[in-house]
């Protein structure tokens, strides 16, 4: 009945990786079964008027894995495939990853089945502020606090904190992340996730020996992740050669300016047609070769067709769940391959989130400089834990990361017992 209720294959693989954990834990199946199976699912109907004056009904899902710890904290996607499966895996990613980087938060995540490139901006606001009505009474700084994801913004988290505001009577910045600075929200967010993809690529060549200054990479994805890794790593001096995202990809063996890509992209919607590089094929970017590969689109894009084929050096996990189960054993009996599992490597995002968090708190505010430079503390401080417990228990980083993240979760539950 559980697996039917969550029948996906993004939850299935997400419940097999937990699985193989609990198998490396030994956890006590008590503890295990509490673990593993998210707290709430909720799934709401959302009626909209249209701007040509139909009504459409949309469907909204949220998935709060664990409170165990503290309030879920995860993000809010508008995309077309989503379903409540995806978002459960998601939310258990988060729990992991929250965990891992020794935050007080639990695993959530929501989304809405819809395209957001087909709908206006009114429409958009209407829907985004009728699913943070319809939840409601599900979500609260201390409960669940949402923030930006695939398809949506600091205006749609602007547009909840209003909805919810309004039906507080009173400003509560708080309740929402990844909002803009004049909102509260904090320096530094927007590209925080980016940006700790590229801090921890650069960590991961100089433990290799690969000076920064003579790496390469591929970015597979160029939204809000995507073009901020692909900026910082051009910062620190790293070759930038192939990009991509929905529209096609792109090649330059000389480097891809960030800057006049993102000004392309503006222009005109995606990376493809961009003047200062050839076109290639979407499929064939992710096996060219490269010092640092980084998926920073969605999820199961490296398969067991194309694992045994990547020429990378490192394996840079910006999107969540990237790489599918049989993908992992391939990458893992190749030995060849750094991997910097998602949990850690995209956990910028919601370590940022939970500064703005804390900042909203305190009504207090830190600067860009001062946030990133927290940041990176925290990420080389869960960076340093993995490599050593890896080491000391001969497992792979993938293994390492999700079952410090689920031993924190268990020992928690263990702590606190089971309410009769």
């Known amino acids: 009945m559980k697996a039917d209720l969550l029948n996906d294959p993004v939850f299935g693989m997400a419940a097999e990786q937990f699985d193989r954990v ?3 834990l030994e956890l006590d199946e008590q503890v295990r079964e509490r673990c593993k199976w998210p707290k709430r699912l909720i799934t709401v109907s959302l009626p909209v008027t249209m701007d040509d004056g139909r009504t459409e009904v949309f469907f909204g899902h949220r998935v709060q894995h664990h409170l165990s710890r503290g309030p879920v904290k995860g993000g809010l996607r508008f995309h077309p495939s989503v379903n409540i499966g995806e978002v459960a895996a998601l939310a258990m990613w988060m729990n992991w990853k929250c965990a891992l980087m020794g935050l007080p938060f639990g695993g959530g995540k929501g989304g809405i089945t819809c395209d957001p490139r087909t709908m206006s901006p009114r429409e958009q606001e209407r829907l985004t502020r009728r699913f943070a009505q319809e939840i409601s009474q599900f979500i609260g700084p201390e409960v669940d606090v949402m923030a930006p994801d695939v398809g949506t913004t600091s205006q749609h988290m602007a547009w909840i904190l209003d909805t919810y505001s309004t039906r507080e009577g009173r400003f509560v910045p708080e309740v929402i992340t990844g909002k803009p600075v004049q909102l509260q929200g904090s320096e530094g967010r927007t590209q925080a996730t980016g940006h ?18 003579k790496a ?8 809000n992740v995507g073009s901020y890794a692909v900026s910082t790593m051009t910062d620190y ?16 063996d000389d480097g891809i300016d960030p800057k006049a890509l993102r000004e392309h992209v503006a222009k005109t919607g995606g990376v493809a047609g961009f003047p200062d590089a050839d076109a290639i094929d979407p499929d064939a970017l992710l096996l060219q070769k490269c010092d640092v590969l980084v998926p920073a689109a969605l999820e199961r894009v490296i398969t067991k067709d194309n694992a045994p084929k990547l020429k990378c050096r490192i394996l840079a996990e910006a999107a969540n769940g990237p790489t599918t189960p049989e993908a992992d054993t391939i990458i893992e009996n190749r030995g060849d391959i750094f991997l910097l599992p998602d949990i ?10 939970y500064f703005e968090w804390v900042q909203n708190l305190q009504r ?3 600067d ?20 050593s417990f890896t080491k000391k228990k001969k497992c792979s980083h993938r293994l390492g990361a999700l079952a410090l993240g689920v031993d924190t979760v268990a020992n928690v539950k263990k702590t606190r017992g089971l309410f009769p």
């Not at 960590?203 to 920064?212: Q, S, W, Y």
């Open 22 to 24: 609990a198998d490396f």
């Open 344 to 353: 850690l490597c995209n956990a910028g995002g919601v370590t940022v989130s």
């Open 364 to 366: 207090f505010s830190w």
């Open 196 to 213: 700790g993809v590229a801090f921890l690529a650069a960590r991961a060549l100089n433990k290799l020996g690969i000076p920064i200054s």
């Open 216 to 223: 390469t990479a591929v970015v597979q994805g160029f939204g």
């Open 237 to 252: 001096g790293m070759k930038v050669q192939g990009v991509s995202d929905i529209t096609g990809a792109i090649w330059n």
């Open 368 to 387: 860009k400089k001062e946030v990133l430079s927290k940041l990176e503390t925290k990420l080389n401080e869960a960076f340093e834990r993995l490599l």
